[in-house]
């Protein structure tokens, strides 16, 4: 039995959808160049729900991001920095942002936010309606046969232990 307990716990591990890293990877990072007065990169184009993240650390000098409008703001210049903003579905459009003490020597930068496409009954256009359902598809294909593929090796393995 000791086979069967292996394998079924193999097979759990395997099934298991690995989901819980992929939040975070969506955000689009800008950083600061090796000039260190520049983002980079400086100009980007994103769609609204996702996320921008100003990320640089062990700068030679501290930076910030501040949007025009005051859409967003990262705080006080620093060196290390990680900030993160999230432009919510309806907040689109082009957001210019700077760097408030390097602004006069041209270190800003230009986020283009693309709204939504608009969404049709039921079609699977649009990616992330596509990602939900495979994902609720995934659950029930890999799970059910393989559950059953347990039992039967448990069971038959028990068959020839006993004989
Ligand atoms: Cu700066």
């Known amino acids: 039995m000791r086979i069967a307990l292996i394998v079924t716990l193999l097979i759990i591990f395997c099934t298991i959808p690995i989901v819980s890293a992929d939040n975070n990877t969506n955000a689009t990072i800008i950083t600061v160049d090796s ?3 520049r983002f980079s990169p400086s100009t980007v184009t994103i769609t609204e729900g996702e996320t921008i993240r100003f990320f640089w650390d062990g700068q030679l000098l501290p930076h910030n991001a501040v949007e025009e409008n005051e859409t967003f703001d990262s705080g006080d210049t620093a060196s290390d920095q990680d ?6 579905p ?17 270190m800003v930068g230009q986020i283009i936010v693309n709204p ?15 990602e939900m359902v495979s994902d ?3 659950m029930p294909f890999i799970s059910l046969p393989s ?3 347990v039992i039967a090796a448990a069971v038959l393995l028990r068959v020839e232990e006993d004989d």
């Open 136 to 138: 609720d598809s995934f």
């Open 35 to 37: 000039t260190n007065l």
């Open 147 to 149: 559950i059953t593929a």
């Open 90 to 106: 309806g907040l689109n459009g082009t957001f210019d942002y700077f760097c408030e003490p390097h602004r006069s020597v041209g």
């Open 116 to 130: 939504l496409p608009p969404q049709e009954n039921n079609t699977t256009e649009d990616p992330v309606i596509e």
């Open 83 to 88: 900030y993160s903003f999230l432009f919510t």
